[in-house]
């Protein structure tokens, strides 16, 4: 699964977290914050207490926005039913514009691509694509699109927060998800700052 990327645009500091966390608890005492690559050993331990305890809603006040570009219309399906998130989607009425552009050569320029697709599941794709041209010369892109396949490759902003994406780490980095949607897991972890990965870490090793 080529060309996929996952790029994280902007983040809040881990500091939000652990004021909600010191408020909760009256303990600013205990402070030992310097900056967000030293957030202090009291700190630590505090956040990974309250992560273990289930007391997860001192995270929310972190919260990340990514952009997603090349992933399939297939994963955004599912990536959209992880309702404790914000998205912005390219709309297919601009992705098919790009079809017009000139000749269609690869269908891995349009769509994912599984490891496991032949030449000839490949030119089967590439059929699909050059009818897919065919209709959106013929009718308005809102008519055509519905012969877009499900690998067709699209863009999106995430934007979600620290708790939400524990959620969707747990269930998407997961053997049993589907290999599109873990793969984007996978570099959705590999984009975070590594001062957060505290909040991710026991759902990450061994992942
Ligand atoms: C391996 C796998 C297979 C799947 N197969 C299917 C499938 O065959 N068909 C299918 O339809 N979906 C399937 N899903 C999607 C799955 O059912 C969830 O919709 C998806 O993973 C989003 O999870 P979520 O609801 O926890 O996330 P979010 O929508 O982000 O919700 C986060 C959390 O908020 C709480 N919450 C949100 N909304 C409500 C609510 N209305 N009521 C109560 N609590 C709420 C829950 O605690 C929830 O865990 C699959 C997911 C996985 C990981």
């Known amino acids: 699964m080529k060309n996929i990327t996952v790029?994280?645009?902007s983040h809040s500091p881990v500091r939000n977290a652990i004021i909600g966390a010191r408020t909760c608890y009256k303990s600013f005492d205990r402070d030992d914050y310097a900056d967000e690559r030293n957030i202090g050993e009291n700190n630590r331990k505090l956040l990974k207490r309250l992560i273990a305890l289930g007391h997860e809603s001192v995270i929310e006040h972190v919260s990340y926005t990514f952009r997603i570009k090349g992933a399939s219309r297939g994963f955004l399906q599912q990536l959209v039913r992880h309702r404790i998130a914000s998205y912005s989607v390219?709309?297919?009425?601009?992705?098919l514009k790009k079809l017009l552009s000139g000749a269609i050569v690869d269908p891995a320029e349009f769509c994912v691509i599984p490891?496991?697709?032949t030449q000839k599941e490949r030119e089967a794709l590439l059929g699909i694509l050059l009818e897919l041209k065919r209709a959106v010369k013929k009718f308005p892109n809102d008519v055509a699109k519905y012969l877009l396949p499900?690998?067709?490759r699209t863009e999106l902003v995430w934007t979600?927060?620290?708790?939400?994406?524990?959620?969707?780490?747990?269930?998407?980095?997961h053997p049993a998800a589907h290999?599109?949607?873990?793969?984007?897991?996978e570099l959705v972890v590999e984009a975070?700052?590594?001062e957060h990965l505290i909040l991710f870490e026991?759902?990450?090793?061994?992942g």
């Open 192 to 194: 975070l700052p590594e």
């Open 160 to 173: 979600i927060n620290a708790r939400s994406l524990r959620n969707f780490l747990k269930l998407r980095l």
């Open 179 to 185: 290999f599109e949607i873990r793969r984007v897991a």
């Open 7 to 9: 790029e994280l645009c």
């Open 115 to 117: 490891e496991e697709f």
């Open 150 to 152: 499900e690998s067709f």
């Open 202 to 206: 026991d759902l990450v090793e061994g």
């Open 90 to 95: 390219q709309s297919t009425r601009y992705t």
